[in-house]
């Protein structure tokens, strides 16, 4: 198997930077288009668990639009052949002292690159310094 063939890391990296600024932006039908349209899609995250595409777009839909601004630490992707991808990222929100996780499994569909599975997590605050 290929992994990160150079042509096909840089359109997941595109799509991904894509969905990036969709999230910190809120742009809602952007982050709709980029999830598979599929009772098998799920998303995780901080305090819920979404299973389909349709609990996925409810979710955004209702979700505040407030401290949607992060800063990435550290962002992996890695592409397997030509239609299947994963994108790992560590994450801190403004003014937050938590570091998120974030992952996204990637497939390529006829529509496009689509984010099949998510997970967003917090790993606890650090304790303070003495």
């Known amino acids: 198997m290929d992994i990160n063939l150079p042509d096909v890391l840089a359109e997941v990296t595109a799509v991904f930077d894509r969905y990036e600024t969709a999230l910190v932006t809120n742009d809602v039908p952007v982050l709709d288009e980029l999830f598979w349209d599929s009772p098998h899609t799920l998303r995780y995250g901080v305090g819920e668990n979404l299973y389909g595409y349709d609990a996925i777009k409810a979710f955004r839909a209702g979700r505040p639009v407030q401290g949607l601004e992060r800063s990435i630490l550290k962002t992996v992707i890695?592409?397997?052949?030509?239609?299947?991808?994963?994108?790992?990222?560590?994450?801190?929100?403004?003014?937050?002292?938590?570091?998120?996780?974030?992952?996204?499994?990637?497939?390529?569909?006829?529509?496009?690159?689509?984010?099949?599975?998510?997970?967003?997590?917090l790993l606890p605050a650090p304790p303070p310094l003495a």
């Open 78 to 121: 890695t592409t397997y052949g030509r239609d299947f991808a994963t994108a790992n990222v560590e994450f801190q929100r403004a003014g937050g002292n938590k570091t998120g996780r974030q992952s996204q499994t990637w497939m390529r569909t006829p529509q496009g690159w689509r984010v099949v599975a998510a997970h967003v997590s």
